[in-house]
């Protein structure tokens, strides 16, 4: 196997060492992370080395792959590009049980869990995650750092552009576009299209202002499970993740 470190020691960053280590092809080596209160702990059995200042040194070690495993769309494309220009190659993660068509479009450095389907003519862009049972339908068009929660039903011909983030279970209907930057809000089913940087919630979705959000989730509920390196006691649940900002925030 591979040697590869994951940038971001948090909920994602765990289901992609479960994915590297299932799939069998890249064997996660370190975690890097940007919370320096994270550096010299341990995260499901790995050290967490550092930020983007420890790259160098671990390509001299010979680690020269890496995935970004962080939740926020903007922030995992622009870590991205950071290694890139470190010298570091990008690997995707995809779980072996997800379902991909011979005909669809993968771009380098996604994210894909399992029982997630792309189906025919679809075409997923860079830096872009696919949890759990998602499915995108034929000819649809994932951009660029787009975030589909799991169970996400997009139906044929659907657009998602960059940066865009489609809650848990929402659905768009065939042919609809969802716009760069937007976010579909869990359970929404969404019937027209959805303009640049707006937020939709409900059935039929709707409208409520640019980025505004009324859905609050329970506190505590999401946080990595992360370990002082000296200490085998688990650190306390980090704080709720935005709502339509992934639940699994590096």
Known sequence: ????????????????????????????????DSDPAKHGQVANGLLVRGGLDRVDA?????????????????????????????????????????SLSLSAQIAEHVIIGPRATVCVHARIGPHSVLSAGVIAEHDNVIGQGVFLHPAVRLAGGVEVEDLAVVGIG?????????????????????????????????????????????????????????VPRTAPQPASPGPACPPCAPTHAG
């Open 58 to 98: 671990l390509r001299q070690e010979g680690v020269e792959r890496a995935i970004v495993a962080v939740g926020d769309n903007g922030t995992r494309v622009g870590l991205a590009e950071n290694l890139v220009a470190h010298g570091m190659r990008l690997v995707s993660a995809i779980h072996p049980l997800a």
């Open 1 to 32: 196997m591979v040697d590869v470190v994951i940038y971001g020691a948090g909920g994602l960053g765990s289901l992609v060492q479960d994915i590297l280590l299932t799939a069998g092809r890249y064997r996660p080596v370190a975690y890097l």
């Open 170 to 226: 929402a659905s768009v209907i065939p042919g609809r576009r969802v716009g760069r930057g937007a976010c579909v809000e869990p359970g929404a089913v969404v019937i027209h299209d959805v303009p640049p940087g707006v937020t939709v919630s409900g059935v039929p979705a709707s409208a409520f202002g640019p980025g505004h959000s009324h859905f609050v989730p329970d506190p505590g509920q999401f946080g990595p499970r992360v």
